[in-house]
């Protein structure tokens, strides 16, 4: 039988906060007036779980492919990019994924044609790739704790069609694709960003033949091989980069496919996170068997792709919406990730965008059919030619944060019940403080109470806010009674409660 090889243990020196504040003025001051409990039939009362549930390892977004036109805007809009997206005042983001680039070889799409570093004669240029590399780097100096390269085609020349979309990397090339993945890792480990997690195929299922993005197929009989390869040349150099796979398109295909592989003799040792997309806008049922499955081999599962839901519906939709609306059903995707498959990690897709489908410089605040709900910030596309390089933020920014701001990697969800219809509670606990993640999707106020079950003594830290009229924006701060917490919350909002608990 092969040799069956240990997971190996990982160390981070990033250093780990809970960030609870930021310059749009967070802290609480001020005298509070105790809650009165809610009568019997009253508003039902949310209770949290004392039981801990899954640690969050991180909460981030893919820098694939916008780097390749924002790369080339003024030191001034890429270091403002940057700060939205990595500093304390921005997003805080706690991973960056960035995406190992194929080359481009057929790809129609300009900007989804990233460099990839392997010169004909098998030497390589790391000069290329150079928006890649410059937001790899501000992520690097920013301190994200995860630093994630990721695959959507091998180095044309070993796929089977000499493409960097469609087809199959070559059985014969695996070894070498995985040392120069191994290359890679090496080579910026040496310029201070080392990655810490590498995916070496990025939905396998779907080889993007129409070539409008890089893409491969790795069938369910390859998948092992290549984590097999891309683990041992990774170990061989000694570093401490994980792997993470299969990052299957759909929580169906995640849950039907990685048994297959993942349990091939010598596989499971070299995997250290399960990692899925949810663009099939699963039911709760399959996102349950998520975690059910990652639990199976002893694994945490990463939620690492989702975008471009709207129509009011958390299914895919061609939709650019800017507004509440959509915010609103994107944190209700991170509120099911982190609470129904118990989900370690939610990344968004991709955090700039040019898909606005209007003019950006009069319709970036207007719903419109025409664009795509794919990114966080948005570019204007015709940048190139009438130089606007100003940046768009959307909604959906200022959701993420209400989460990525304040769940900071090692905090432990913990499950919420009985919570009113059209409100859900994400509940985590961190080194004392309990952060609640509150969403009303009612479009009136709705009163809650949240029952936190200790006896310890509770105290306000910080309530920021995103609505249609608010961005993070210093919100009333809770009534105390005891263990319990209560607040009005305005209609359509997105609220974030950061709690102290002492004795």
């Not at 069609?161 to 090496?186: M, P, T, W």
């Not at 990344?347 to 990114?375: C, E, P, V, Y």
């Not at 403080?433 to 106020?445: C, E, F, K, Y």
Request: with cysteine; net charge neutral; glycine share 10%.
């Amino acid at each position: 039988m092969p040799r069956i090889v240990m997971p190996r243990i990982r160390r981070h020196h990033r250093a780990r906060a809970l960030l609870v504040g930021s310059a749009t003025a967070l802290a609480l001051t001020g005298s509070l007036t105790p809650a009165t409990p809610a009568a019997a039939d009253g508003p039902p009362v949310a209770r949290v779980s004392p039981r801990s549930a899954q640690t969050i390892d991180n909460i981030g977004a893919s820098g694939a492919w916008w780097v390749n036109d924002v790369g080339r805007f003024s030191p001034a809009v890429r270091a403002q990019a940057a700060r939205l997206l990595f500093s304390r005042d921005g997003l805080a983001l706690s991973a960056y994924r960035y995406n190992i680039g194929g080359g481009g070889t057929g790809v129609t799409t300009p900007e989804r044609a990233p460099d990839d570093f392997l010169r004909a004669d098998g030497g390589y240029d790391w000069s290329r790739d150079p928006g890649g590399r410059l937001f790899l780097q501000y992520a690097a100096r920013y301190g994200v704790k995860d630093l994630i390269g990721f695959v959507n085609s091998a180095p044309a020349e070993w796929k089977t069609n000499g493409k960097s979309c469609g087809d199959h990397l070559n059985a014969a090339k695996e070894k070498d694709f995985a040392r120069y993945i191994a290359d890679v890792v090496a080579h910026f480990a040496a310029k201070g960003a080392r990655l810490d997690y590498i995916s070496p195929f990025n939905e396998p299922t779907n080889s993007f033949a129409e070539c409008g993005q890089e893409g491969m197929l790795v069938g369910v009989e390859q998948r092992d091989d290549i984590v097999r390869a891309v683990g041992a040349a990774l170990d061989a150099r000694g570093g401490r980069t994980g792997i993470i796979a299969d990052e299957s398109s759909s929580t169906d295909g995640f849950n039907n496919e990685v048994p297959q592989w993942l349990s091939q003799p010598g596989t499971a040792g070299h995997v250290d996170k399960l990692a899925h997309h949810t663009y099939n806008n699963p039911s709760d049922a399959s996102r349950t068997q998520v975690g059910e499955t990652a639990k199976s081999f002893g694994k945490a599962s990463w939620s690492t792709e989702i975008c471009c839901f709207g129509k009011g519906g958390t299914g895919w939709a061609q939709e650019y919406d800017p507004t509440i609306d959509n915010a609103l059903l994107m944190s209700r995707i991170i509120h099911k990730d982190f609470t129904v498959a118990h989900d370690s990690a939610f990344h968004w897709w991709t955090a700039l965008s040019n898909k606005i489908g209007a003019d950006a410089q009069t319709g970036a605040d207007t719903k419109n059919d025409q664009g795509w709900n794919d990114g966080l910030i948005y570019y204007d596309p015709d940048y190139a030619t009438n130089g606007n390089q100003r940046l768009y933020m959307t909604k959906r920014y200022y959701a993420l944060g209400q989460y990525s701001k304040f769940v900071r990697p090692g905090a432990v969800l913990h499950e919420v019940t009985g919570a009113p219809s059209g409100v859900e509670v994400t509940a985590f606990r961190d080194e004392g403080r309990w952060v609640l993640v509150v969403n009303n999707h009612h479009s009136a106020a709705s009163d809650l109470t949240v029952d936190i079950g200790t006896s310890a003594r509770l105290s306000p830290l910080s309530a920021v806010r995103t609505s249609a009229t608010e961005n993070w924006a210093r919100a009333a701060a809770p009534r105390i009674s005891g263990g319990s917490v209560s607040a009005s919350l305005p209609g359509r909002s997105i609220t974030t409660f950061v709690l102290g608990q002492r004795g």
